[in-house]
Protein backbone atom coordinates (compact mmCIF):
# COMPACT_ATOMS: atom_id res chain seq x y z
CA UNK A 1 0.00 0.00 0.00
CA UNK A 2 1.11 3.85 -0.25
CA UNK A 3 3.40 4.98 2.04
CA UNK A 4 2.98 8.45 0.85
CA UNK A 5 -0.52 9.67 0.48
CA UNK A 6 -1.71 12.55 -1.73
CA UNK A 7 -5.17 14.80 -1.39
CA UNK A 8 -6.81 15.68 -3.29
CA UNK A 9 -5.70 13.33 -6.65
CA UNK A 10 -7.87 15.77 -8.47
CA UNK A 11 -9.01 19.34 -8.05
CA UNK A 12 -10.47 21.96 -10.15
CA UNK A 13 -10.78 25.24 -9.29
CA UNK A 14 -11.73 29.13 -10.18
CA UNK A 15 -9.45 31.81 -11.63
CA UNK A 16 -8.06 33.44 -8.35
CA UNK A 17 -9.05 30.78 -5.93
CA UNK A 18 -6.21 28.99 -3.91
CA UNK A 19 -6.60 25.55 -3.55
CA UNK A 20 -4.30 23.36 -1.08
CA UNK A 21 -3.00 19.95 -1.33
CA UNK A 22 -1.77 17.64 1.49
CA UNK A 23 1.04 15.15 0.94
CA UNK A 24 1.08 13.00 4.18
CA UNK A 25 3.56 10.34 4.99
CA UNK A 26 1.76 7.19 6.06
CA UNK A 27 4.28 4.80 8.30
CA UNK A 28 7.22 7.23 9.13
CA UNK A 29 8.45 10.64 10.00
CA UNK A 30 9.81 13.09 7.76
CA UNK A 31 11.50 15.91 8.34
CA UNK A 32 11.89 16.95 4.60
CA UNK A 33 9.25 16.72 1.75
CA UNK A 34 9.74 17.24 -1.75
CA UNK A 35 7.66 19.11 -4.17
CA UNK A 36 7.72 18.45 -7.91
CA UNK A 37 5.44 19.61 -10.78
CA UNK A 38 5.21 18.26 -13.92
CA UNK A 39 4.72 19.86 -17.42
CA UNK A 40 3.05 18.07 -20.48
CA UNK A 41 4.95 15.48 -21.49
CA UNK A 42 8.28 16.69 -19.63
CA UNK A 43 9.77 15.64 -16.21
CA UNK A 44 9.11 16.69 -13.05
CA UNK A 45 11.04 19.67 -11.86
CA UNK A 46 11.69 20.31 -8.26
CA UNK A 47 9.90 22.77 -6.63
CA UNK A 48 11.04 23.35 -3.09
CA UNK A 49 12.08 21.42 -0.05
CA UNK A 50 9.82 21.61 2.87
CA UNK A 51 11.43 21.11 6.08
CA UNK A 52 9.26 20.68 9.28
CA UNK A 53 9.36 23.44 11.63
CA UNK A 54 11.03 25.43 9.32
CA UNK A 55 10.29 27.69 6.25
CA UNK A 56 10.70 25.91 2.56
CA UNK A 57 13.54 25.89 0.70
CA UNK A 58 12.53 27.28 -3.04
CA UNK A 59 14.57 26.47 -6.90
CA UNK A 60 15.27 29.33 -8.23
CA UNK A 61 12.59 30.73 -10.41
CA UNK A 62 10.23 29.33 -7.81
CA UNK A 63 7.89 32.07 -6.88
CA UNK A 64 7.04 31.54 -2.63
CA UNK A 65 4.03 34.03 -2.90
CA UNK A 66 2.50 31.79 -5.47
CA UNK A 67 3.52 28.28 -3.92
CA UNK A 68 2.87 28.31 0.13
CA UNK A 69 4.35 25.09 1.80
CA UNK A 70 4.00 24.59 5.04
CA UNK A 71 5.51 21.45 7.26
CA UNK A 72 3.48 21.72 10.25
CA UNK A 73 4.25 18.09 11.52
CA UNK A 74 6.33 15.19 10.92
CA UNK A 75 3.88 13.20 8.64
CA UNK A 76 2.36 16.48 7.07
CA UNK A 77 3.58 18.85 4.32
CA UNK A 78 1.03 21.03 2.13
CA UNK A 79 1.73 23.04 -0.86
CA UNK A 80 -1.22 25.69 -1.49
CA UNK A 81 -1.25 27.45 -5.18
CA UNK A 82 -2.63 30.57 -3.98
CA UNK A 83 -4.68 33.23 -6.45
CA UNK A 84 -4.12 30.15 -8.92
CA UNK A 85 -4.14 30.72 -12.93
CA UNK A 86 -4.73 28.77 -15.58
CA UNK A 87 -1.04 28.47 -16.77
CA UNK A 88 -1.10 26.80 -12.98
CA UNK A 89 -2.68 24.12 -14.03
CA UNK A 90 -0.45 20.64 -13.81
CA UNK A 91 0.39 17.21 -12.25
CA UNK A 92 2.05 18.37 -8.68
CA UNK A 93 3.72 15.32 -6.71
CA UNK A 94 5.57 15.11 -3.54
CA UNK A 95 8.13 12.77 -2.00
CA UNK A 96 9.17 12.14 1.63
CA UNK A 97 12.10 9.81 2.85
CA UNK A 98 12.14 7.75 6.31
CA UNK A 99 16.19 8.49 5.62
CA UNK A 100 18.89 6.08 3.53
CA UNK A 101 18.43 5.80 -0.13
CA UNK A 102 14.52 5.18 0.20
CA UNK A 103 12.24 7.75 -0.86
CA UNK A 104 8.70 7.02 -1.59
CA UNK A 105 6.43 9.61 -3.95
CA UNK A 106 3.07 10.10 -3.62
CA UNK A 107 0.35 9.46 -6.52
CA UNK A 108 0.23 13.02 -7.53
CA UNK A 109 -2.30 15.09 -7.95
CA UNK A 110 -3.82 17.24 -10.99
CA UNK A 111 -4.82 20.77 -10.83
CA UNK A 112 -7.13 22.55 -13.32
CA UNK A 113 -7.54 25.91 -12.77
CA UNK A 114 -10.66 27.13 -15.00
CA UNK B 1 18.71 23.50 -12.09
CA UNK B 2 19.35 20.81 -14.48
CA UNK B 3 21.49 18.81 -13.84
CA UNK B 4 20.61 15.46 -14.93
CA UNK B 5 20.48 15.06 -18.89
CA UNK B 6 18.77 11.83 -20.53
CA UNK B 7 19.48 11.12 -23.87
CA UNK B 8 17.27 10.09 -25.81
CA UNK B 9 14.45 12.34 -25.06
CA UNK B 10 12.40 10.48 -27.10
CA UNK B 11 12.65 7.06 -28.90
CA UNK B 12 10.46 4.68 -30.92
CA UNK B 13 11.10 1.06 -31.19
CA UNK B 14 9.52 -2.05 -32.71
CA UNK B 15 8.29 -4.33 -30.55
CA UNK B 16 10.84 -7.04 -29.48
CA UNK B 17 13.95 -4.69 -30.37
CA UNK B 18 16.60 -3.63 -27.52
CA UNK B 19 17.09 0.19 -26.28
CA UNK B 20 19.04 2.07 -24.30
CA UNK B 21 18.52 5.38 -22.66
CA UNK B 22 21.23 7.00 -20.97
CA UNK B 23 21.86 9.64 -17.78
CA UNK B 24 24.78 11.68 -17.46
CA UNK B 25 25.54 13.97 -14.18
CA UNK B 26 27.93 16.72 -13.97
CA UNK B 27 28.83 15.54 -10.89
CA UNK B 28 29.89 12.52 -8.86
CA UNK B 29 26.52 11.42 -8.09
CA UNK B 30 25.27 9.46 -4.32
CA UNK B 31 22.70 7.26 -5.79
CA UNK B 32 21.11 7.26 -8.93
CA UNK B 33 17.11 6.15 -9.55
CA UNK B 34 15.51 4.97 -12.45
CA UNK B 35 11.98 5.09 -12.72
CA UNK B 36 9.30 4.13 -15.42
CA UNK B 37 5.82 6.47 -15.32
CA UNK B 38 3.05 7.53 -17.35
CA UNK B 39 2.59 10.79 -17.75
CA UNK B 40 0.26 12.48 -14.93
CA UNK B 41 0.66 9.32 -12.87
CA UNK B 42 2.56 8.02 -10.25
CA UNK B 43 6.10 6.67 -10.28
CA UNK B 44 6.60 2.62 -10.42
CA UNK B 45 10.62 2.31 -8.64
CA UNK B 46 12.85 0.67 -10.92
CA UNK B 47 16.15 0.18 -9.52
CA UNK B 48 18.87 2.51 -7.74
CA UNK B 49 22.45 2.40 -8.06
CA UNK B 50 24.82 3.79 -5.18
CA UNK B 51 28.29 1.91 -6.74
CA UNK B 52 30.71 2.59 -9.13
CA UNK B 53 30.18 -0.28 -11.64
CA UNK B 54 27.25 -1.49 -10.30
CA UNK B 55 24.56 -3.37 -12.34
CA UNK B 56 21.10 -4.45 -11.59
CA UNK B 57 18.61 -6.45 -13.21
CA UNK B 58 14.68 -7.05 -12.91
CA UNK B 59 12.80 -8.77 -15.59
CA UNK B 60 14.32 -7.65 -19.12
CA UNK B 61 15.81 -4.20 -17.32
CA UNK B 62 19.34 -3.24 -17.00
CA UNK B 63 20.64 -0.63 -15.45
CA UNK B 64 24.24 -0.07 -15.19
CA UNK B 65 26.32 2.99 -12.69
CA UNK B 66 29.62 3.51 -14.67
CA UNK B 67 33.03 3.63 -12.37
CA UNK B 68 33.01 7.40 -11.93
CA UNK B 69 29.29 7.48 -11.05
CA UNK B 70 28.48 10.08 -13.23
CA UNK B 71 26.80 8.09 -16.04
CA UNK B 72 23.65 5.78 -15.58
CA UNK B 73 22.13 3.78 -18.61
CA UNK B 74 19.50 1.88 -18.58
CA UNK B 75 18.57 -1.36 -21.05
CA UNK B 76 15.47 -2.97 -22.22
CA UNK B 77 15.94 -6.43 -23.58
CA UNK B 78 13.36 -7.78 -26.59
CA UNK B 79 10.71 -4.82 -25.45
CA UNK B 80 7.60 -5.19 -25.63
CA UNK B 81 4.15 -2.52 -25.55
CA UNK B 82 4.26 -2.49 -21.40
CA UNK B 83 7.69 -0.68 -21.32
CA UNK B 84 6.09 2.24 -22.96
CA UNK B 85 6.40 4.89 -21.03
CA UNK B 86 7.93 8.22 -19.21
CA UNK B 87 11.38 6.78 -17.96
CA UNK B 88 13.13 9.07 -15.49
CA UNK B 89 16.30 8.94 -13.67
CA UNK B 90 16.68 10.73 -10.30
CA UNK B 91 19.68 11.63 -8.17
CA UNK B 92 21.15 13.31 -4.64
CA UNK B 93 24.70 14.01 -4.69
CA UNK B 94 24.89 13.79 -0.74
CA UNK B 95 22.35 11.84 1.42
CA UNK B 96 19.05 14.09 2.76
CA UNK B 97 20.05 16.67 -0.26
CA UNK B 98 17.55 17.34 -2.50
CA UNK B 99 16.77 14.97 -5.24
CA UNK B 100 16.60 15.64 -8.78
CA UNK B 101 15.12 13.95 -11.66
CA UNK B 102 16.54 13.93 -15.40
CA UNK B 103 15.02 14.97 -18.56
CA UNK B 104 12.90 12.13 -19.57
CA UNK B 105 12.68 9.89 -22.39
CA UNK B 106 9.78 9.28 -23.89
CA UNK B 107 9.72 5.77 -24.86
CA UNK B 108 7.31 4.23 -27.55
CA UNK B 109 7.52 0.31 -28.22
CA UNK B 110 5.24 -0.32 -31.89
CA UNK B 111 3.71 -3.67 -31.66
Known amino acids: GAVVSQHPSRVICKSGTSVKIECRSL??????MFWYRQFPKKSLMLMAT?????????EQGVEKDKFLINHASLTLSTLTVTSAHPEDSSFYIC??????????FGEGSWLTVV | SQELEQSPQSLIVQEGKNLTINCTSSKTLYGLYWYKQKYGEGLIFLMM?????EEKSHEKITAKLDEKKQQSSLHITASQPSHAGIYLCGADWNTGNQFYFGTGTSLTVIP
Open chain 2, 49 to 53: LQKGG
Open chain 1, 95 to 104: SASPGGNTIY
Open chain 1, 50 to 58: SNEGSKATY
Open chain 1, 27 to 32: DFQATT
